[in-house]
T-cell receptor, first 110, second 115 residues
């Protein structure tokens, strides 16, 4: 069945370093969504990418959607302790549900 | 305030008891979802509903049941047939289940512990 894979599973960085998580789908996606879950919290929608090759920025976060619409990345520049959490990518299946990646958990050392 | 509410936040039950988790939304969303999250794990879909009076099994439906009698409500029952029910349960909703711009809004979750 359709799968969405994320790497790495965990990442520890020093505050101020950059961070990137990668998302790969087994099938072409109509869109890709990114969510953030703070420790002890619930996932919160960050952004959706729809177009091939699309790049969107939210302050220090840069989201990319691959040309083939099968992969995506989230890059955080100069991490801060507030960036701590688990970042999930998700793509829609043809049955109307979202397929979530396993998530990348980011730890930031002050 | 618009959003999704789940209650209770923490729930303890004895093994062998059925338990029902509440999920209510006032966003006027058609689609609603139930996920299970285990420590350090991703989100696994239990059931979803695209419209009132209709629902579909997700990836791990065994031992769970749902109903969708009202648009705003999607309760989940964890039955005694569920072998490892202790987990964090998240409810979500979206405007619709398909198409673009169908981002999901999550409730705060219920942490269920079965003793």
């Amino acid at each position: 069945g359709q799968q969405v894979m994320q790497i790495p599973q965990y990442q520890h960085v020093q505050e101020g370093e950059d961070f990137t998580t990668y998302c790969n789908s087994s099938t072409t996606l109509s869109n890709i969504q990114w969510y953030k879950q703070r420790p002890g919290g619930h996932p919160v929608f960050l952004i959706q990418l729809v177009k091939s090759g699309e790049v969107k920025k939210q302050k220090r976060l840069t989201f990319q959607f691959g040309e083939a619409k099968k992969n995506s990345s989230l890059h955080i520049t100069a991490t801060q302790t507030t960036d701590v959490g688990t970042y999930f990518c998700a793509g829609p299946s043809n049955t109307g549900k979202l397929i979530f990646g396993q998530g990348t958990t980011l730890q930031v050392k002050p | 305030d618009g959003g999704i509410t789940q209650s209770p936040k923490y729930l303890f039950r004895k093994e062998g008891q059925n338990v029902t988790l509440s999920c209510e939304q006032n966003l006027n969303h058609d689609a609603m979802y139930w996920y299970r999250q285990d420590p350090g794990q991703g989100l696994r879909l239990i059931y979803y509903s695209q419209i009132v009076n209709d629902f579909q099994k997700g990836d791990i439906a065994e031992g769970y049941s749902v109903s969708r009698e009202k648009k705003e409500s999607f309760p989940l029952t964890v039955t005694s047939a569920q072998k490892n029910p202790t987990a964090f349960y998240l409810c979500a909703s979206s405007i619709s289940a398909g198409g673009n711009y169908n981002e999901q809004f999550f409730g705060p979750g219920t942490r269920l512990t079965v003793l």
